[in-house]
Protein backbone atom coordinates (compact mmCIF):
# COMPACT_ATOMS: atom_id res chain seq x y z
CA UNK A 1 0.00 0.00 0.00
CA UNK A 2 2.76 2.54 0.68
CA UNK A 3 4.62 1.87 -2.24
CA UNK A 4 1.35 2.42 -4.51
CA UNK A 5 0.98 5.32 -2.25
CA UNK A 6 4.02 6.61 -3.16
CA UNK A 7 3.44 6.45 -6.70
CA UNK A 8 0.25 8.27 -6.74
CA UNK A 9 1.74 11.21 -4.93
CA UNK A 10 1.18 13.08 -8.38
CA UNK A 11 -2.39 11.83 -8.66
CA UNK A 12 -5.07 14.20 -7.13
CA UNK A 13 -8.87 14.10 -7.13
CA UNK A 14 -8.66 17.92 -8.53
CA UNK A 15 -5.63 18.59 -11.12
CA UNK A 16 -4.41 22.05 -12.22
CA UNK A 17 -4.57 22.91 -16.00
CA UNK A 18 -3.15 25.41 -18.42
CA UNK A 19 -3.61 25.86 -22.07
CA UNK A 20 -3.76 28.47 -24.43
CA UNK A 21 -7.43 29.43 -25.98
CA UNK A 22 -7.90 31.50 -28.35
CA UNK A 23 -3.98 32.87 -27.47
CA UNK A 24 -5.26 33.73 -24.13
CA UNK A 25 -3.54 31.87 -21.39
CA UNK A 26 -6.26 30.11 -19.14
CA UNK A 27 -5.82 27.90 -16.56
CA UNK A 28 -8.05 25.96 -13.61
CA UNK A 29 -8.28 23.12 -11.18
CA UNK A 30 -10.16 20.85 -12.68
CA UNK A 31 -11.43 16.85 -12.13
CA UNK A 32 -9.69 14.68 -14.48
CA UNK A 33 -13.04 13.19 -15.90
CA UNK A 34 -14.00 17.00 -16.91
CA UNK A 35 -14.10 16.95 -20.71
CA UNK A 36 -12.36 19.86 -22.91
CA UNK A 37 -16.14 20.57 -24.01
CA UNK A 38 -16.97 21.56 -20.44
CA UNK A 39 -14.01 22.96 -19.32
CA UNK A 40 -14.94 25.22 -22.68
CA UNK A 41 -18.25 26.17 -22.08
CA UNK A 42 -18.34 25.77 -18.27
CA UNK A 43 -15.04 26.23 -17.14
CA UNK A 44 -14.28 28.92 -19.59
CA UNK A 45 -17.27 30.21 -20.19
CA UNK A 46 -16.97 29.70 -24.38
CA UNK A 47 -20.06 28.41 -24.93
CA UNK A 48 -19.46 28.59 -28.54
CA UNK A 49 -18.36 25.34 -28.54
CA UNK A 50 -21.87 23.11 -28.70
CA UNK A 51 -22.42 20.14 -26.78
CA UNK A 52 -24.53 17.64 -28.94
CA UNK A 53 -24.36 14.16 -28.98
CA UNK A 54 -22.12 13.15 -26.78
CA UNK A 55 -20.67 10.11 -28.37
CA UNK A 56 -18.11 11.71 -31.04
CA UNK A 57 -20.31 11.14 -33.65
CA UNK A 58 -22.04 14.83 -34.46
CA UNK A 59 -19.37 17.00 -34.92
CA UNK A 60 -20.80 19.75 -32.73
CA UNK A 61 -18.14 20.21 -30.58
CA UNK A 62 -14.89 20.50 -32.79
CA UNK A 63 -12.33 22.26 -32.10
CA UNK A 64 -8.57 22.90 -33.35
CA UNK A 65 -6.07 20.99 -30.22
CA UNK A 66 -2.73 21.69 -31.26
CA UNK A 67 -2.99 21.89 -35.25
CA UNK A 68 -5.59 19.22 -35.76
CA UNK A 69 -9.16 19.08 -35.39
CA UNK A 70 -10.66 17.08 -32.32
CA UNK A 71 -13.92 15.79 -31.24
CA UNK A 72 -13.58 17.81 -27.69
CA UNK A 73 -16.59 15.51 -26.67
CA UNK A 74 -13.84 12.49 -26.61
CA UNK A 75 -11.21 14.06 -24.69
CA UNK A 76 -10.77 15.14 -21.21
CA UNK A 77 -9.28 18.30 -20.33
CA UNK A 78 -6.23 17.47 -18.57
CA UNK A 79 -4.98 15.88 -21.90
CA UNK A 80 -4.79 18.83 -23.02
CA UNK A 81 -2.84 20.87 -20.45
CA UNK A 82 -0.30 22.67 -22.24
CA UNK A 83 -1.84 22.29 -25.85
CA UNK A 84 -3.40 25.09 -27.67
CA UNK A 85 -6.92 25.69 -28.80
CA UNK A 86 -8.44 27.47 -31.29
CA UNK A 87 -12.42 27.82 -30.76
CA UNK A 88 -15.21 29.25 -32.86
CA UNK A 89 -14.63 32.52 -30.67
CA UNK A 90 -10.97 32.97 -32.31
CA UNK A 91 -11.79 32.95 -35.94
CA UNK A 92 -12.94 36.40 -36.01
CA UNK A 93 -10.60 39.12 -35.56
CA UNK A 94 -11.19 42.62 -35.00
CA UNK A 95 -14.77 42.72 -35.22
CA UNK A 96 -14.04 41.33 -39.14
CA UNK A 97 -15.92 37.58 -39.16
CA UNK A 98 -12.90 35.31 -40.45
CA UNK A 99 -13.64 34.52 -44.35
CA UNK A 100 -15.03 30.67 -43.42
CA UNK A 101 -18.07 32.61 -41.42
CA UNK A 102 -18.60 35.24 -43.97
CA UNK A 103 -18.86 32.44 -46.95
CA UNK A 104 -21.47 30.76 -44.45
CA UNK A 105 -23.47 33.51 -44.05
CA UNK A 106 -23.63 34.25 -47.46
CA UNK A 107 -24.63 30.91 -48.83
CA UNK A 108 -26.79 30.14 -45.89
CA UNK A 109 -24.64 26.89 -44.84
CA UNK A 110 -27.01 27.17 -42.15
CA UNK A 111 -30.46 27.13 -40.53
CA UNK A 112 -30.81 26.89 -36.54
CA UNK A 113 -27.08 27.20 -36.37
CA UNK A 114 -26.11 24.19 -34.02
CA UNK A 115 -24.16 22.42 -35.94
CA UNK A 116 -21.92 25.36 -37.25
CA UNK A 117 -19.45 26.10 -35.00
CA UNK A 118 -18.09 22.27 -35.60
CA UNK A 119 -18.35 22.95 -39.49
CA UNK A 120 -16.59 25.39 -39.37
CA UNK A 121 -14.04 24.38 -37.15
CA UNK A 122 -13.19 21.25 -39.19
CA UNK A 123 -13.69 23.18 -42.28
CA UNK A 124 -10.92 25.68 -40.56
CA UNK A 125 -8.57 22.21 -40.22
CA UNK A 126 -9.59 21.09 -43.74
CA UNK A 127 -8.56 24.38 -46.19
CA UNK A 128 -5.08 24.62 -43.54
CA UNK A 129 -4.11 20.40 -44.60
CA UNK A 130 -5.87 21.10 -48.29
CA UNK A 131 -6.71 25.12 -49.89
CA UNK A 132 -7.43 24.17 -52.48
CA UNK A 133 -10.24 20.86 -51.99
CA UNK A 134 -12.56 19.63 -54.82
CA UNK A 135 -16.13 19.43 -53.66
CA UNK A 136 -15.71 15.63 -53.15
CA UNK A 137 -12.29 16.27 -50.64
CA UNK A 138 -14.71 18.92 -49.09
CA UNK A 139 -17.40 16.27 -48.35
CA UNK A 140 -15.35 13.64 -47.28
CA UNK A 141 -13.71 16.35 -44.91
CA UNK A 142 -16.72 16.95 -43.19
CA UNK A 143 -17.75 13.42 -43.14
CA UNK A 144 -17.34 13.49 -39.19
CA UNK A 145 -20.05 16.81 -38.81
CA UNK A 146 -23.66 15.98 -38.79
CA UNK A 147 -26.49 18.57 -39.52
CA UNK A 148 -30.64 18.02 -39.23
CA UNK A 149 -31.49 20.75 -40.93
CA UNK A 150 -29.44 22.06 -44.75
CA UNK A 151 -29.29 19.06 -46.72
CA UNK A 152 -25.42 19.87 -46.39
CA UNK A 153 -25.58 21.83 -50.23
CA UNK A 154 -24.87 24.58 -48.77
CA UNK A 155 -22.48 23.95 -46.66
CA UNK A 156 -20.11 22.31 -49.08
CA UNK A 157 -21.14 25.49 -51.04
CA UNK A 158 -19.81 27.70 -48.38
CA UNK A 159 -16.56 25.83 -47.71
CA UNK A 160 -15.44 25.85 -51.54
CA UNK A 161 -16.66 29.52 -51.38
CA UNK A 162 -14.29 30.25 -48.43
CA UNK A 163 -11.64 28.71 -50.16
CA UNK A 164 -11.21 30.66 -52.86
CA UNK A 165 -11.98 33.85 -50.39
CA UNK A 166 -8.90 32.57 -48.52
CA UNK A 167 -6.25 32.93 -51.46
CA UNK A 168 -7.35 36.30 -52.19
CA UNK B 1 -22.63 11.28 -19.61
CA UNK B 2 -20.28 11.67 -16.90
CA UNK B 3 -17.79 9.40 -16.50
CA UNK B 4 -16.81 7.73 -13.37
CA UNK B 5 -14.18 9.83 -11.39
CA UNK B 6 -10.56 8.75 -11.79
CA UNK B 7 -6.88 10.21 -11.16
CA UNK B 8 -4.75 10.59 -13.79
CA UNK B 9 -1.58 9.77 -14.27
CA UNK B 10 0.72 11.08 -17.03
CA UNK B 11 4.06 8.63 -17.38
CA UNK B 12 6.97 10.30 -19.43
CA UNK B 13 8.42 6.72 -20.59
CA UNK B 14 7.39 3.45 -21.44
CA UNK B 15 9.19 2.14 -18.50
CA UNK B 16 7.22 4.56 -16.37
CA UNK B 17 3.59 3.61 -17.64
CA UNK B 18 4.58 -0.04 -17.83
CA UNK B 19 5.10 0.30 -13.99
CA UNK B 20 2.24 2.19 -12.97
CA UNK B 21 0.23 -0.13 -14.85
CA UNK B 22 1.53 -3.29 -13.43
CA UNK B 23 1.26 -1.72 -9.64
CA UNK B 24 -2.21 -0.48 -10.45
CA UNK B 25 -3.04 -3.83 -12.28
CA UNK B 26 -7.15 -4.11 -12.89
CA UNK B 27 -7.52 -0.36 -11.41
CA UNK B 28 -5.92 0.80 -14.10
CA UNK B 29 -6.49 1.57 -18.26
CA UNK B 30 -4.51 3.15 -20.62
CA UNK B 31 -5.83 5.43 -22.83
CA UNK B 32 -4.31 6.52 -26.28
CA UNK B 33 -6.32 8.28 -28.67
CA UNK B 34 -9.44 8.01 -26.29
CA UNK B 35 -11.36 7.36 -29.24
CA UNK B 36 -12.70 4.11 -28.27
CA UNK B 37 -12.45 4.10 -24.37
CA UNK B 38 -14.02 7.65 -23.61
CA UNK B 39 -17.63 6.86 -25.36
CA UNK B 40 -17.39 3.33 -22.96
CA UNK B 41 -16.27 5.25 -20.01
CA UNK B 42 -19.60 7.54 -20.53
CA UNK B 43 -21.43 4.51 -20.91
CA UNK B 44 -19.86 3.75 -17.54
CA UNK B 45 -18.83 -0.01 -19.48
CA UNK B 46 -15.19 1.32 -18.31
CA UNK B 47 -14.57 2.49 -14.82
CA UNK B 48 -10.83 2.63 -14.29
CA UNK B 49 -10.09 4.09 -10.80
CA UNK B 50 -6.77 5.27 -13.05
CA UNK B 51 -5.96 6.63 -16.34
CA UNK B 52 -2.32 6.11 -17.30
CA UNK B 53 -2.39 8.34 -20.88
CA UNK B 54 0.32 7.23 -23.29
CA UNK B 55 0.04 10.13 -25.19
CA UNK B 56 2.71 12.04 -23.09
CA UNK B 57 4.99 8.90 -23.39
CA UNK B 58 8.14 9.72 -25.79
CA UNK B 59 8.98 7.37 -29.04
CA UNK B 60 5.73 5.51 -29.45
CA UNK B 61 4.42 7.47 -32.22
CA UNK B 62 6.47 6.94 -35.27
CA UNK B 63 6.48 5.01 -38.96
CA UNK B 64 9.85 3.44 -39.79
CA UNK B 65 11.75 2.01 -42.85
CA UNK B 66 13.32 -1.20 -41.43
CA UNK B 67 14.93 -3.56 -44.07
CA UNK B 68 12.26 -5.47 -45.18
CA UNK B 69 9.48 -4.41 -42.84
CA UNK B 70 7.87 -1.55 -41.46
CA UNK B 71 7.59 -0.33 -37.73
CA UNK B 72 4.98 1.74 -36.85
CA UNK B 73 4.59 3.28 -33.10
CA UNK B 74 1.86 1.89 -31.06
CA UNK B 75 0.55 5.37 -30.85
CA UNK B 76 0.36 6.25 -34.33
CA UNK B 77 -2.51 8.00 -35.15
CA UNK B 78 -4.76 6.80 -38.07
CA UNK B 79 -4.41 10.46 -39.50
CA UNK B 80 -0.92 9.71 -39.50
CA UNK B 81 -0.70 6.26 -41.41
CA UNK B 82 -3.35 7.73 -44.01
CA UNK B 83 -1.10 10.65 -44.94
CA UNK B 84 2.38 8.76 -45.09
CA UNK B 85 4.27 8.40 -48.00
CA UNK B 86 6.63 5.26 -46.46
CA UNK B 87 3.20 3.68 -46.19
CA UNK B 88 1.59 4.59 -49.95
CA UNK B 89 5.01 3.55 -50.89
CA UNK B 90 5.21 0.31 -49.45
CA UNK B 91 1.83 -1.02 -47.85
CA UNK B 92 -0.97 1.49 -49.72
CA UNK B 93 -3.72 -1.30 -48.72
CA UNK B 94 -3.09 0.51 -44.97
CA UNK B 95 -3.31 4.29 -46.35
CA UNK B 96 -6.51 2.75 -47.75
CA UNK B 97 -7.80 1.29 -44.92
CA UNK B 98 -6.59 4.27 -42.75
CA UNK B 99 -9.16 6.29 -44.44
CA UNK B 100 -12.55 4.66 -44.39
CA UNK B 101 -12.06 4.43 -40.36
CA UNK B 102 -14.62 6.57 -38.52
CA UNK B 103 -14.01 10.11 -39.39
CA UNK B 104 -11.25 13.08 -39.82
CA UNK B 105 -11.40 14.36 -36.21
CA UNK B 106 -11.59 10.75 -34.89
CA UNK B 107 -8.47 10.01 -36.94
CA UNK B 108 -6.74 12.87 -35.52
CA UNK B 109 -7.02 10.93 -32.46
CA UNK B 110 -7.27 7.48 -32.62
CA UNK B 111 -4.31 5.21 -33.09
CA UNK B 112 -3.18 1.72 -34.36
CA UNK B 113 -2.13 0.25 -31.17
CA UNK B 114 -5.68 1.74 -29.21
CA UNK B 115 -7.29 -0.12 -32.63
CA UNK B 116 -5.42 -2.95 -32.40
CA UNK B 117 -5.97 -3.72 -28.46
CA UNK B 118 -9.14 -3.06 -27.91
CA UNK B 119 -9.67 -5.80 -29.82
CA UNK B 120 -13.13 -4.82 -31.22
CA UNK B 121 -14.12 -7.62 -34.15
CA UNK B 122 -15.46 -4.54 -36.21
CA UNK B 123 -12.44 -2.28 -36.03
CA UNK B 124 -10.58 -1.98 -39.61
CA UNK B 125 -6.89 -2.77 -38.48
CA UNK B 126 -7.01 -6.25 -37.28
CA UNK B 127 -8.33 -7.33 -40.92
CA UNK B 128 -5.62 -5.63 -42.57
CA UNK B 129 -2.67 -6.18 -40.39
CA UNK B 130 -4.04 -10.06 -40.46
CA UNK B 131 -3.91 -9.80 -44.17
CA UNK B 132 -0.04 -8.58 -44.29
CA UNK B 133 0.82 -11.11 -41.79
CA UNK B 134 2.14 -8.23 -39.09
CA UNK B 135 3.57 -8.99 -35.73
CA UNK B 136 2.98 -6.62 -32.49
CA UNK B 137 5.83 -6.26 -30.22
CA UNK B 138 4.52 -5.99 -26.09
CA UNK B 139 6.16 -4.54 -23.65
CA UNK B 140 5.76 -4.94 -20.24
CA UNK B 141 7.22 -5.38 -16.43
CA UNK B 142 9.41 -8.51 -17.94
CA UNK B 143 10.90 -9.36 -21.38
CA UNK B 144 8.91 -8.02 -24.59
CA UNK B 145 6.83 -10.35 -26.16
CA UNK B 146 6.49 -9.94 -29.85
CA UNK B 147 4.23 -12.14 -31.75
CA UNK B 148 1.78 -13.03 -34.41
CA UNK B 149 -1.37 -10.77 -34.94
CA UNK B 150 -3.22 -13.92 -35.17
CA UNK B 151 -1.79 -14.49 -31.48
CA UNK B 152 -2.88 -11.11 -29.96
CA UNK B 153 -6.50 -11.41 -30.62
CA UNK B 154 -7.99 -13.85 -28.27
CA UNK B 155 -11.35 -12.41 -28.03
CA UNK B 156 -13.95 -9.77 -28.32
CA UNK B 157 -12.46 -6.99 -26.07
CA UNK B 158 -9.53 -9.81 -25.06
CA UNK B 159 -6.66 -8.92 -26.63
CA UNK B 160 -3.33 -11.00 -25.30
CA UNK B 161 -2.23 -8.64 -22.68
CA UNK B 162 -1.04 -9.89 -18.92
CA UNK B 163 -0.81 -7.64 -16.20
CA UNK B 164 1.08 -4.81 -17.03
CA UNK B 165 1.60 -5.32 -20.43
CA UNK B 166 1.04 -3.03 -23.37
CA UNK B 167 1.22 -3.05 -27.04
CA UNK B 168 4.18 -1.10 -28.62
CA UNK B 169 4.83 -1.14 -32.16
CA UNK B 170 3.17 -2.84 -34.78
CA UNK B 171 5.85 -4.71 -37.59
CA UNK B 172 4.84 -5.02 -41.10
CA UNK B 173 7.05 -6.74 -43.65
CA UNK B 174 6.98 -5.51 -46.45
CA UNK B 175 5.49 -7.08 -49.38
CA UNK B 176 7.25 -8.16 -52.17
CA UNK B 177 7.37 -7.29 -55.80
CA UNK B 178 4.32 -8.09 -57.63
CA UNK B 179 2.09 -7.31 -54.93
CA UNK B 180 -1.40 -5.53 -54.67
CA UNK B 181 -3.84 -5.62 -51.85
CA UNK B 182 -7.31 -3.93 -51.19
CA UNK B 183 -9.36 -3.33 -48.23
CA UNK B 184 -13.19 -2.80 -48.69
CA UNK B 185 -15.69 -1.95 -46.01
CA UNK B 186 -19.62 -1.95 -46.64
CA UNK B 187 -20.71 0.81 -44.21
CA UNK B 188 -24.36 2.18 -43.42
CA UNK B 189 -23.18 5.67 -43.93
CA UNK B 190 -20.04 7.79 -43.79
CA UNK B 191 -17.70 6.91 -40.85
CA UNK B 192 -19.48 4.16 -39.26
CA UNK B 193 -18.38 0.78 -38.19
CA UNK B 194 -17.93 -1.70 -40.72
CA UNK B 195 -20.85 -4.03 -41.78
CA UNK B 196 -18.76 -6.49 -43.14
CA UNK B 197 -14.82 -5.49 -44.25
CA UNK B 198 -12.37 -7.48 -46.19
CA UNK B 199 -8.43 -7.24 -46.77
CA UNK B 200 -6.70 -9.16 -49.35
CA UNK B 201 -2.78 -8.59 -49.89
CA UNK B 202 -1.84 -11.15 -52.67
CA UNK B 203 1.72 -11.73 -54.22
CA UNK B 204 2.60 -13.28 -57.61
CA UNK B 205 4.64 -14.80 -59.29
CA UNK B 206 6.22 -14.16 -62.76
CA UNK B 207 3.37 -16.26 -64.10
CA UNK B 208 0.78 -15.07 -62.47
CA UNK B 209 0.62 -17.74 -59.61
CA UNK B 210 -0.18 -16.96 -56.01
CA UNK B 211 2.91 -16.67 -53.93
CA UNK B 212 1.46 -15.11 -51.22
CA UNK B 213 -2.12 -14.36 -50.01
CA UNK B 214 -3.39 -12.73 -46.79
CA UNK B 215 -7.10 -12.71 -46.56
CA UNK B 216 -8.66 -10.82 -43.20
CA UNK B 217 -12.06 -10.44 -42.34
CA UNK B 218 -13.50 -7.09 -40.38
CA UNK B 219 -16.71 -7.42 -38.47
CA UNK B 220 -17.21 -11.07 -39.26
CA UNK B 221 -16.24 -12.84 -35.96
CA UNK B 222 -16.11 -12.45 -32.82
CA UNK B 223 -12.43 -10.92 -33.35
CA UNK B 224 -10.59 -9.85 -36.76
CA UNK B 225 -10.71 -13.38 -38.58
CA UNK B 226 -7.94 -14.85 -41.11
CA UNK B 227 -9.96 -16.64 -44.03
CA UNK B 228 -7.23 -19.38 -43.65
CA UNK B 229 -9.36 -21.56 -46.23
CA UNK B 230 -9.70 -19.33 -48.58
CA UNK B 231 -6.15 -18.24 -48.28
CA UNK B 232 -4.96 -21.69 -48.87
CA UNK B 233 -7.48 -21.87 -51.96
CA UNK B 234 -5.03 -19.74 -54.17
CA UNK B 235 -1.77 -20.48 -52.51
CA UNK B 236 0.05 -21.88 -55.46
CA UNK B 237 -2.73 -21.24 -58.07
CA UNK B 238 -3.14 -18.87 -60.80
CA UNK B 239 -5.24 -16.07 -59.68
CA UNK B 240 -8.15 -15.75 -61.84
CA UNK B 241 -12.13 -15.83 -62.03
CA UNK B 242 -12.17 -19.32 -61.00
CA UNK B 243 -10.03 -19.23 -57.90
CA UNK B 244 -11.21 -15.94 -57.24
CA UNK B 245 -15.06 -17.68 -56.54
CA UNK B 246 -13.45 -20.40 -54.86
CA UNK B 247 -11.61 -18.16 -51.63
CA UNK B 248 -14.51 -15.99 -51.84
CA UNK B 249 -16.61 -18.80 -51.47
CA UNK B 250 -14.58 -20.00 -48.80
CA UNK B 251 -13.72 -17.24 -47.08
CA UNK B 252 -17.78 -16.77 -46.44
CA UNK B 253 -17.92 -20.56 -44.98
CA UNK B 254 -15.17 -19.69 -42.28
CA UNK B 255 -16.10 -16.50 -41.57
CA UNK B 256 -18.75 -16.63 -38.33
CA UNK B 257 -20.95 -13.74 -38.24
CA UNK B 258 -23.93 -12.91 -35.77
CA UNK B 259 -27.48 -11.10 -36.24
CA UNK B 260 -27.16 -7.72 -35.12
CA UNK B 261 -30.22 -5.68 -35.00
CA UNK B 262 -28.11 -2.88 -36.46
CA UNK B 263 -26.40 -3.91 -39.22
CA UNK B 264 -27.92 -6.78 -41.01
CA UNK B 265 -28.23 -10.75 -39.85
CA UNK B 266 -25.53 -13.10 -39.99
CA UNK B 267 -26.96 -14.40 -43.08
CA UNK B 268 -26.86 -11.35 -45.14
CA UNK B 269 -23.30 -10.93 -43.57
CA UNK B 270 -22.22 -13.63 -44.82
CA UNK B 271 -23.23 -13.16 -48.23
CA UNK B 272 -21.44 -9.80 -47.87
CA UNK B 273 -18.36 -11.41 -47.12
CA UNK B 274 -18.18 -13.70 -50.44
CA UNK B 275 -18.81 -10.20 -52.22
CA UNK B 276 -16.59 -8.26 -50.72
CA UNK B 277 -13.94 -11.30 -50.70
CA UNK B 278 -14.54 -11.67 -54.34
CA UNK B 279 -14.25 -7.67 -55.37
CA UNK B 280 -11.36 -6.86 -52.99
CA UNK B 281 -9.25 -10.37 -54.40
CA UNK B 282 -10.22 -8.78 -58.00
CA UNK B 283 -8.94 -5.68 -56.77
CA UNK B 284 -5.99 -6.66 -55.44
CA UNK B 285 -5.24 -8.86 -58.64
CA UNK B 286 -5.35 -5.96 -60.73
CA UNK B 287 -2.90 -3.68 -58.77
CA UNK B 288 -0.56 -6.35 -58.36
CA UNK B 289 -0.31 -6.51 -61.55
CA UNK B 290 -0.08 -2.89 -62.54
CA UNK B 291 -3.74 -1.58 -62.76
CA UNK B 292 -6.54 -0.76 -60.77
CA UNK B 293 -7.22 2.97 -58.89
C1 LIG C 1 -17.60 8.15 -34.05
C2 LIG C 1 -16.58 7.06 -34.08
C3 LIG C 1 -16.51 6.22 -35.18
C4 LIG C 1 -15.56 5.21 -35.24
N1 LIG C 1 -15.50 4.43 -36.36
C5 LIG C 1 -14.54 3.48 -36.47
C6 LIG C 1 -14.41 2.70 -37.65
O1 LIG C 1 -15.15 2.87 -38.63
N2 LIG C 1 -13.44 1.75 -37.70
C7 LIG C 1 -12.58 1.54 -36.65
O2 LIG C 1 -11.70 0.69 -36.75
N3 LIG C 1 -12.67 2.28 -35.53
C8 LIG C 1 -13.62 3.24 -35.42
N4 LIG C 1 -13.70 3.99 -34.26
C9 LIG C 1 -12.77 3.68 -33.16
C10 LIG C 1 -11.44 4.39 -33.36
O3 LIG C 1 -10.76 3.88 -34.49
C11 LIG C 1 -10.52 4.27 -32.15
O4 LIG C 1 -9.49 5.21 -32.37
C12 LIG C 1 -9.87 2.93 -31.92
O5 LIG C 1 -10.78 1.88 -31.89
C13 LIG C 1 -9.15 2.89 -30.56
O6 LIG C 1 -7.94 3.56 -30.63
P1 LIG C 1 -7.60 4.68 -29.57
O7 LIG C 1 -6.19 5.04 -29.80
O8 LIG C 1 -8.61 5.75 -29.68
O9 LIG C 1 -7.68 3.85 -28.21
P2 LIG C 1 -8.32 4.17 -26.81
O10 LIG C 1 -9.76 4.52 -26.96
O11 LIG C 1 -7.45 5.12 -26.08
O12 LIG C 1 -8.17 2.74 -26.13
C14 LIG C 1 -8.94 1.62 -26.53
C15 LIG C 1 -8.59 0.42 -25.64
O13 LIG C 1 -7.27 -0.03 -25.88
C16 LIG C 1 -6.45 0.11 -24.72
N5 LIG C 1 -5.16 0.60 -25.23
C17 LIG C 1 -4.94 1.73 -25.95
N6 LIG C 1 -3.66 1.79 -26.34
C18 LIG C 1 -3.04 0.69 -25.85
C19 LIG C 1 -1.71 0.18 -25.93
N7 LIG C 1 -0.76 0.82 -26.62
N8 LIG C 1 -1.43 -0.99 -25.31
C20 LIG C 1 -2.40 -1.64 -24.63
N9 LIG C 1 -3.67 -1.23 -24.53
C21 LIG C 1 -3.99 -0.07 -25.14
C22 LIG C 1 -7.18 1.05 -23.80
O14 LIG C 1 -6.90 0.80 -22.45
C23 LIG C 1 -8.62 0.75 -24.14
O15 LIG C 1 -9.04 -0.40 -23.47
C24 LIG C 1 -14.65 5.01 -34.16
C25 LIG C 1 -14.71 5.84 -33.05
C26 LIG C 1 -15.66 6.86 -32.99
C27 LIG C 1 -15.70 7.76 -31.78
S1 LIG D 1 -20.89 16.36 -29.06
FE1 LIG D 1 -18.92 15.71 -29.59
S2 LIG D 1 -19.24 14.65 -31.41
FE2 LIG D 1 -21.27 15.14 -30.83
S1 LIG E 1 -28.14 24.13 -39.23
FE1 LIG E 1 -29.41 23.02 -37.88
S2 LIG E 1 -28.20 21.25 -37.51
FE2 LIG E 1 -27.12 22.23 -39.05
Redesign the interface.
Known amino acids: MA??KQ??E????Y?SVSMKVNGVPCSAKI???T?LVHFLRDVLGLTGTHWGC????C?AC?VIMNG????SC???A??ADGAEIITIEGLAKDGQLHPIQEAFWENHGLQCGFCTPGFIM?AY??LQQNPNPTEEEVR??I???ICRCTGYQNIVKAILTAAEKMKR | ??????????PKTVKEAV??LN??GGEAKV?AG??SL??LM?LRLATPS??I?L?RVKGLDYIKDQKNRILIGALTRH?AIENSDLIKEHVPIMAEAASHI?????R??GTIGGSLAHCDPAGDWGAVVIALNGEVKITGPRKDRVMKIDDFFIDTYQPNLKKGEILTEVRIPKPQPNSGGAYLKLERR??DFATAGVAAQLTLDVDGVCRYAGIGLTALGPTSLRARKAEKTLLGRKVDDNSIEEAAEAAAEESKPTDDPLRGSAEYKRAMARVLTRRALKLALARATGGGA
Open positions: RKLLTAETVEPRLDTGNGTKSVKNIFVQQWLRGSGN | MYVRSFQYLATLKLIGQVPKYLDNAADPQVNLAG
